[in-house]
């Protein structure tokens, strides 16, 4: 095959499939057969044309694929296991340089470079750098985690971005906070992450309006969901640490005001920095409250290597219903993810071809 597909979401909404030449991978970097491509929020974001500058772009970065070609050189993945074509891999959506400054502090997450390969046109060399493709050219920068033979790709596409992301929540939550009681807002595939990956022992509200997302979260035996919470006052609230994994403004204010006094606030699914994405608090109760606010954007080596590792156990993280659709179908696709129809939407590129 010297070919690939593409499609490439614009500026009005529209998607255009597109054919290009399979190219030879970087040094470092391998070409990738997409086996499973997760519909993200934040894809379907800018789908609807919510990004300041994407206008046409491959999407897709929650997916799981296989080498079908390397620079033939020695290749690992993050543990140090050997990496050679046919084995399938799961990779972060953004790239760590390992030489800008905040890599050099460690802080790999903030990389000054994270977003150098992302959201591509695919008329800009090397092509496929979404993983709404056939193929996906693997940066060199990109850590990248072998799956364990046996486990299903539905399972490993969840890897990134949702449980590994999740994991760097659970990691950012306060040592004296962890055991909760913790209220996740938003039950998308962030927060249960956050829930599958966060204290057995703690008792975990999930708050979403979306009584489809609700059932989902009832299949996790540490949750309980609710369509609606109760109104707190002013200076009240009775959790330790709430889980913003909702992506509308609005969920800062319902965390403020759940969040009881001296506790967390743990910022995640608010990506949006548009002039119209505000919303109106009261500052002097984050103060008076003592409420501590932290924001967690893209997440570190570890807890890919992590998410992969939670995935191969019992999780209740099996039981997010995918519902899947061939690449050719991905308007269908986007607007079922749209409509929170399923815990996630999957294209699947070979779905009607048996294999690539
Ligand atoms: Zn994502
Ligand atoms: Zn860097």
Redesign the pocket.
């Known amino acids: 095959m010297t070919t690939g597909v593409t499609v490439n979401a614009l500026a009005d909404g529209g998607l255009e499939r597109r054919e290009h030449a399979l190219l030879p991978p970087r040094p470092g970097g391998a070409l990738l057969a997409v086996e499973r491509a997760n519909i993200c929020g934040s894809d379907v974001h800018v789908w609807r044309g919510g990004h300041p500058t994407l206008h046409d772009c491959v999407l897709g970065h929650e997916f799981v694929g296989r080498i079908v070609r390397t620079d033939g050189s020695p290749m690992v993945d993050a543990r140090g296991e050997p990496l050679s074509e046919g084995d399938r891999l799961v990779c972060t959506y953004f790239?760590?340089?390992?030489?800008?400054?905040?890599?050099?502090l460690g802080r790999?997450h903030?990389?000054?470079?994270?977003y150098d390969s992302w959201g591509h046109s695919s008329l800009r060399r090397p092509h496929f750098r979404g993983a709404f493709a056939s193929h996906y050219q693997l940066h060199p920068?990109q850590i990248r985690v072998k799956v364990p033979a046996g486990m299903p790709s539905e399972l490993a596409a969840l890897a990134n971005c949702a449980v590994a992301q999740g994991l760097a929540v659970v990691d950012a939550i306060r040592p004296d906070l962890v055991d909760g009681p913790c209220l996740v807002i938003g039950a998308g595939a962030l927060g249960l992450a956050t829930v599958a990956g966060g204290s057995a022992v703690a008792a975990w509200d999930v708050y979403d309006r979306v009584p489809s997302r609700r059932r989902i979260a009832e299949r996790f035996p540490n949750a309980r969901s609710l369509g609606e919470v109760s109104s707190a006052g002013t200076l009240g609230g009775v959790y330790d640490v709430v889980v913003v994994a909702a992506g509308s403004p609005e969920s800062f204010v319902t965390a403020l005001e759940q969040v009881r006094p001296g506790g967390q606030i743990v910022m995640m699914g608010i990506i949006n920095t548009r002039p119209t994405d505000t919303v109106s608090f009261i500052p002097g109760v984050l103060t008076r409250k003592g409420v501590t606010v932290t924001s967690v954007i893209r997440y570190q080596q570890r807890h890919l290597i992590a998410a992969v590792d939670l995935l191969s156990g019992p999780t209740p993280l099996r039981e997010i219903p995918l519902a899947d659709y061939a690449l050719d179908d991905i308007d269908d696709a986007l607007a079922a993810a749209e409509r929170h129809e399923s815990g996630r939407v999957s294209l699947v590129p070979d779905l009607d071809r048996g294999g690539l």
């Open positions: 790239r760590v340089c390992g030489s800008c400054a905040m890599c050099a790999t903030l990389c000054e470079r994270a920068e």
